[in-house]
């Protein structure tokens, strides 16, 4: 069962390194540790815990452990918020990363859920996770 939540977990960086063209697995994780860090704190209750069970187990305890926001930030906020935590970013570079890690995300969740995901955060999240809904 290890080896199950190791390739997993390799696979989901694998990924995140692809979509973001980040340069080694680590650059990958260290993007996917923050906003994942950050999704959790805009997620409660039973879509929170459904999203950690699609998730590696390393990444799953990140978001239901989440940094702490005291209010939902909007898309431009979440990607400033990114930048903030990640040494060396930018606006534009959080961006990249956020991207890459919500849409991975988003594959791995499948669409019922992430429609239950995006109902929980403000307008304008469907675009992060690589998933323009219809207005």
Request: net charge negative; no cysteine; glycine share 6%.
């Amino acid at each position: 069962m290890a080896a199950d939540v190791t390739v997993r977990r390799e696979a989901f960086l694998q990924h995140v390194k692809e979509r973001g063209e980040y340069g080694t697995l680590q650059e990958a994780e260290r993007a996917a540790r923050v906003v994942l860090a950050l999704l959790g704190a805009h997620l409660v209750g039973e879509v929170r815990a459904q999203l950690a069970a699609r998730l590696p187990e390393g990444f799953a305890l990140i978001l239901l452990n989440p940094l702490q926001s005291a209010e939902p930030l909007p898309p431009e906020r979440f990607v400033r918020a990114t930048a903030a935590w990640i040494e060396g970013a930018t606006e534009q570079t959080a961006a990249w990363d956020v991207s890459a890690v919500l849409s991975t995300v988003a594959d791995a969740t499948g669409d019922d859920l992430l429609e239950q995901i995006l109902l929980q955060l403000p307008a304008g999240y469907d675009l992060l996770f690589g998933r323009p809904q219809p207005t």
